[in-house]
């Protein structure tokens, strides 16, 4: 039976079916196809069918892929380690680290239902009442995560603590340099400051990295209700300071459809959690103060800057699938002002 042709750049069916007909084999049925999923803006996810099961297969982005920035087989770990936790996430399936399949290491898992949700308008059509208890929700799944002992999930050797912060902010500048196309003056601000108010972290957490709403996938339940099903992106995951995750969802909320909808929107829906409230359940379901929060919510804009101009970047070169990527150039100077605002530096 013949393969169909149309594959969107990034995948190679013929060799990817091949792989899985040896390393899974009676799982593929009828031909393979893979449909690009919108709205990622890192690393690259298809939806694979065979017209009777369905997968989802993650890989980096194609062409100027930085050192460590695109870690499959982290997402890979991370996942596996956590399922049948309090935390949801897909079924992992297979985690191939060559490159002679697709290019690069890739990974495929279960494909799970849901809906991520990314504009407002959609998310506002639940209610506000259904769009508040999301938020909760939301907040409870991350506390979730922070809760788990590392160790009894097999990941005590996920990450190296100590001078968590630090390797952090040294890291994204060296992101920012080596994906750096034109002068940023605020950034470069914004960058310093942080530097000069380091804080003191938390006890250690498995930290998620870029949680947000549109990062986990949401169903309605049987009592009219919504469930999140799987929290998915996980690249970034690590062992380090949980008020990274708190600060980066602040920032999130707080610039909710910014950008013509770069930043997406749906954290602006009615009902949805303001930034203090979003705060306060997370304590209230920790019992751990954001101190500083300032700070690593200006961090998170850093952070994201770093990462939007690597997207930038991508996109000068033709290098980067799917639509939405030529604005992504207009993000790091409201990234720079929003974090310079934060630490009340303009």
């Known amino acids: 039976m013949s393969e169909t042709p149309a594959a969107p750049p990034g995948v190679d069916l013929a060799r990817l079916r091949a792989h899985l007909e040896r390393e899974l084999p009676g799982v593929v049925h009828g031909p393979l196809r893979a449909e690009l999923i919108e709205g990622g803006r890192s690393n690259l996810t298809y939806v694979l069918s065979d017209g009777v099961s369905r997968w989802v297969l993650r890989r980096p982005p194609l062409g100027h892929v930085l050192a460590t920035a695109h870690d499959m087989g982290r997402e890979y770990r991370v996942m596996s380690a956590l399922r049948g936790t309090g935390v949801p996430v897909p079924g992992m399936l297979l985690f191939d680290q060559g490159e002679d399949v697709l290019g690069a290491p890739w990974y495929l898992m279960e494909h799970v239902t849901g809906t991520a949700h990314r504009?407002?308008?959609?998310?506002?059509?639940?209610?506000?009442?259904?769009?508040?208890?999301?938020?909760?929700?939301?907040?409870?799944?991350?506390?979730?995560?922070?809760?788990?002992?590392?160790?009894?999930?097999?990941?005590?050797?996920?990450?190296?603590?100590?001078?968590?912060?630090?390797?952090?902010?040294?890291?994204?500048?060296?992101?920012?340099?080596?994906?750096?196309?034109?002068?940023?003056?605020?950034?470069?601000?914004?960058?310093?400051?942080?530097?000069?108010?380091?804080?003191?972290?938390?006890?250690p957490a498995l930290v998620h990295g870029d949680y947000r709403l549109d990062n986990v996938l949401v169903n309605e339940t049987a009592d009219g209700g919504d469930t999140i099903t799987a929290v998915l992106d996980w690249e970034m995951s690590t062992l380090g300071d949980p008020l990274t995750d708190i600060g980066l969802l602040v920032m999130y909320t707080e610039l909710a459809g910014v950008g013509g909808g770069i930043i997406p929107s749906a954290m602006t829906a009615p009902g949805f959690p303001k930034a203090d409230e979003l705060v306060a359940h997370y304590a209230e379901s920790t019992g751990r103060q954001a101190a500083d929060l300032d700070w690593?919510?200006?961090?998170?804009?850093?952070?994201?800057?770093?990462?939007?101009?690597?997207?930038h970047y991508r996109f000068q070169q033709g290098r980067t699938l799917g639509a939405g990527f030529e604005r992504a150039g207009e993000m790091a100077p409201i990234l720079a002002r929003h974090g310079l605002s934060t630490l009340k530096e303009n």
């Open 296 to 311: 690593y919510v200006a961090f998170a804009s850093f952070k994201l800057a770093a990462v939007a101009e690597g997207i």
């Open 119 to 203: 504009d407002a308008a959609p998310l506002a059509a639940l209610g506000a009442q259904r769009v508040a208890a999301l938020g909760r929700q939301l907040v409870e799944t991350l506390a979730e995560l922070h809760r788990i002992d590392p160790a009894a999930v097999g990941l005590a050797d996920f990450g190296h603590p100590e001078g968590y912060l630090e390797r952090q902010l040294r890291r994204w500048s060296k992101q920012l340099a080596a994906s750096r196309s034109r002068d940023l003056p605020q950034l470069d601000r914004l960058h310093a400051a942080l530097a000069e108010r380091l804080p003191a972290s938390p006890a």
